[in-house]
C-alpha cells in the first residue's frame, strides 16, 4: 500500500511539473492560476500546494532541472562553454548561454526576480552563476576588479531587463548579446587604447 501511494505521489509530482511548465512557458507565469495547473495535470488544487508548499517553491522546481542541465554542460561539456577552451572562448560562450538561458526562462525567473530585496543575487542558484562568471572574469581581466564587472555583467543579465529591451524597447536579442559583449571586453579596448 506505502508504495502505491509513492507511486502516486511520483506520478501526480511529475505530472504537476510537466503541466505547470507546459502552461508558464505558453502564457507566462503571471497569466497561470494554480487552479489552471491543478486542471491540466489531473489533480487537486490542494495536491499541488501539498507537494510544492506554495508557488514560489512550484517555479523553482520547473526551473531546477533546466539550470542543472546548463550546469553540467558549464561543469562538464565541451569546451569553450565546458573545461578546457581558450580563456575569450569560455567567456564569450558562458555569457551567451546565460542570456539564451535567461531569454528562454524570463517569464521564470521574473517571477523569482522580484520576490524579496535582492534576492536575484542572494538565491543559490545565482551564486553558483555569479562565482563562474567572476572565475571566467578574473582569467581574461587580471588587472581587473572582476568582482564589479561581475555585477554589472549579471545586471544586464536579469530577465526582467532583458524582458524589458527586446519587448518594450524593441531591440533585436543579437544586439542585446552583441552589447553585452562588449561590455564584458570594453575595459580590455581602453586599456588597448591608452596604451
Known sequence: MTGTERADAARNRA??????AELFDRDGVEQV????IARAAGVGKGTIFRRF????????AVLLPRAASMRRLVDNGPPPLGPGGEPDDALHAYLDALLD???ANR??????EHRVPHSYYAHSS????????TRR?????PHDDTDYLTYMLSTALRADVIDYLVSERQMDL?????????LATAHDTARDTVG
Request: no cysteine.
Open 33 to 36: 492560476s494554480m487552479n489552471d
Open 101 to 103: 538561458f535567461v531569454w
Open 137 to 141: 572574469l578574473a582569467v581574461t581581466h
Open 53 to 60: 508548499g506554495d508557488r514560489t517553491a512550484l517555479i523553482e
Open 126 to 133: 545565482s551564486q553558483y552563476w555569479l562565482h563562474e562568471l
Open 107 to 112: 517569464t521564470l525567473i521574473r517571477a523569482l
Open 15 to 20: 505530472a504537476i511539473l510537466a503541466a505547470a
Open 174 to 182: 543579437d544586439n542585446v548579446r552583441a552589447g553585452l559583449h562588449r
